[in-house]
């Protein structure tokens, strides 16, 4: 069994910062590819930001030159730092995992969430 928890969200106010942790455990070969998406209420949910094993990363364009997301390979732990927030970034942030585990077989894992509100 593979576990994700997030932590790091929280109210933070327009043009501030946050850093997303998400950090995996349980029988865990090795993780290819993490990312991060979010869900707006009433909105569906949206890919962030993505890295893969070898370090390349991938954004979503809303979050380009704002958003970092980066991995401790030795930590299975994702990370994600928020600069710049705007009021459009509110959304629950939910990170997953491409988890190769002692059968051979890969399974993507996801976290239970972390809200994010960006508001004055």
């Known amino acids: 069994q593979v576990q994700l928890v997030e932590s790091g969200g929280g109210l933070v106010q327009p043009g501030g910062s946050l850093r997303l942790s998400c950090a995996a455990s349980?029988?865990?070969?090795?993780?290819?590819?993490m990312g991060w998406y979010r869900q707006a209420p009433g909105k569906q949910r949206e890919l962030v930001a993505r890295?893969?094993?070898?370090?390349?990363?991938n954004y979503a364009c809303s979050v380009k030159g704002r958003f970092t997301i980066s991995r401790d390979n030795a930590k299975n732990t994702a990370y994600l730092q928020l600069n710049s927030l705007k009021p459009e970034d509110t959304a629950v942030y939910y990170c997953n995992a491409d988890v190769r585990v002692l059968d051979n077989r890969q399974y993507r894992y996801w976290g239970q969430g972390t809200q994010v509100t960006v508001s004055s």
């Open positions: 349980g029988t865990i070969f090795s993780i290819n590819a």
């Open positions: 890295i893969v094993s070898g370090g390349s990363t």
